[in-house]
């Protein structure tokens, strides 16, 4: 497994950087046979560090954590608990995920644009109703099931994802409602 083990604006030394693949590789390799890349980052808010990892599988799925303490280890140690929690409720269906699909999930190119918020003009009359786009990006759109979708909104703490339905090929989109059931958007005409 590549891991890359960085801070934003902390320095990162040695023995954070083994320690962390010491005890990141022992929880992954628990639960998920095969995992590709491990990303992780910690970062400063306010008096409390931060530490997010992000796990990647070669099937394609991507597990994601974040935990937060005083010192940098206990930070760590945080998000890695949170990890192997998301990975033990989900092993069985990682596992049935890994055994029914041969090949890895395939991934279909897209845009994404962040739009300019409309907080700055309230009470004003906009000049135009196209919406300012402040920034381009590239964006992955997987090709899943609606099962394996589900598994990866829960398993990357995300509140929406849009994929590719590989029953139909058709654009779904699946997210998580305010009542704490998910949601699913399957927009192809039905007779």
Not at 116 to 137: F, N
Not at 143 to 150: I, L, R
Not at 152 to 170: D, I, P, T, W, Y
Request: with cysteine; glycine share 8%.
């Amino acid at each position: 497994m590549r891991y890359q083990i960085s801070g934003k604006q902390i320095d990162i030394g040695e023995a954070l950087q083994t320690h962390v693949k010491a005890e990141l590789g022992e929880t992954v390799e628990k639960y998920a046979q095969r995992p590709t890349e491990a990303i992780v980052v910690f970062s400063r808010d306010a008096h409390e560090l931060v530490c997010e990892v992000t796990i990647r599988l070669s099937t394609g799925l991507t597990a994601q954590a974040r935990g937060h303490a005083a010192e940098i280890y206990a930070a760590f140690e945080s998000c890695r608990e949170k990890m192997d929690k998301q990975l033990r409720r989900y092993k069985r269906r990682l596992r049935d995920h890994h055994k029914d699909r041969v090949t890895p999930v395939e991934f279909d190119g897209g845009s994404s644009y962040i739009l300019a918020g409309s907080k700055e003009h309230e009470g004003e009359e906009p000049e135009s109703l196209q919406p300012m786009i402040i920034a381009e990006m590239e964006t992955k759109v997987p090709s899943v099931s609606v099962g394996e979708a589900v598994m990866q909104l829960e398993l990357a703490g995300q509140h929406m994802l849009v994929f590719r339905n590989s029953k139909h090929g058709g654009v779904n989109v699946v997210y998580r409602r305010d009542d704490g059931n998910i949601g699913w958007i399957d927009p192809r005409h039905t007779k």
